[in-house]
């Protein structure tokens, strides 16, 4: 199990699955960052996963490629909601630590089209 949450928060892709109403599962590949013990996931905030973990916290997680197919086992999690700036900041600075140039290209692409404040920051908990 400390080998699979390892390799979960060292994996350049992380599988995150969410919950539809009617219980079926969406599965989508996501970056994860990790700073002081805390795992971040950061998505726009008009996406569904958005959505369902608004309703429903509850995820799984798995080390995938980029394009989402599973390299691991599942693990259980869940989703917090991340609204103090200090944490957002924390959250965004492991972010850009871990994925370098690519996740400075997107924060650009963002803040150009204006769409910067409409990121949602996930802490994840497994």
């Given at each position: 199990?400390?080998?699979l ?10 599988n995150l ?16 960052a ?6 971040f ?20 997680l798995?080390?995938?490629?980029m ?13 917090a ?9 924390l ?36």
């Amino acid at each position: 199990m400390d080998t699979l949450r390892s390799a979960i928060s060292e994996a350049r892709y992380v599988n995150l699955a969410t919950f539809r109403r009617d219980g079926r599962e969406v599965r989508k590949p996501v970056w994860m960052a990790e700073a002081a013990g805390r795992h971040f996931v950061f998505t726009a905030r008009t996406l569904g996963k958005v959505k369902r973990l608004r309703r429903n916290p509850r995820l799984r997680l798995a080390v995938c490629d980029m394009r989402g197919a599973i390299r691991s086992d599942w693990l259980d999690g869940h989703a917090a909601f991340v609204t103090d700036p200090a944490d957002q900041a924390l959250g965004y600075q492991a972010l850009r630590a871990k994925y370098g140039w690519q996740m400075r290209l997107i924060d650009l692409s963002s803040w150009l089209s204006g769409r910067m404040n409409q990121r949602e920051l996930l802490e994840i908990f497994f």
